[in-house]
């Protein structure tokens, strides 16, 4: 079943986990580059960090088209938004 799949998605040291992420997203062209990088905390296991850019800009891009169909929907809430929130 699904949570048999996702313990071998969590457990795999390859990245799995976050490719089948970024492909619930429809991100199939998106390459991670997995690989081992020195951080604060130690040696991790992680996607490049042209990946990581590509990711948040990509995350930013929906959370725009998201809250604009939100603001769209909701013509209170965009109000809200329009006059700086609660002022």
Same mark, same amino acid.
């Given at each position: *079943? ?6 071998r998605l969590t457990n795999s040291p390859d *990245? &799995?986990?976050? +490719? /089948?992420?970024? @492909? #619930?997203? %429809? ?5 991670? #580059? &997995? !690989? =081992?990088?020195? /951080?604060? @905390?130690?040696?991790? =296991? ?6 990581? !850019?590509?990711?948040? +800009?990509?995350? =930013? ?9 939100? +603001? ?5 809430? %965009?109000?809200? =938004?329009?006059? %700086? *929130?609660?002022?």
């Amino acid at each position: *079943g699904i949570a048999n799949r996702l313990c071998r998605l969590t457990n795999s040291p390859d *990245g &799995h986990l976050d +490719q /089948t992420v970024a @492909e #619930s997203y %429809g991100w199939d062209d998106l390459s991670l #580059s &997995h !690989g =081992f990088v020195d /951080t604060a @905390e130690g040696t991790r =296991f992680t996607i490049s960090e042209e990946s990581k !850019g590509e990711v948040l +800009q990509r995350l =930013f891009d929906l959370n725009l088209q998201r809250s604009s169909k939100s +603001q769209n929907e909701n013509p209170i809430v %965009g109000d809200l =938004f329009a006059k %700086g *929130g609660d002022k």
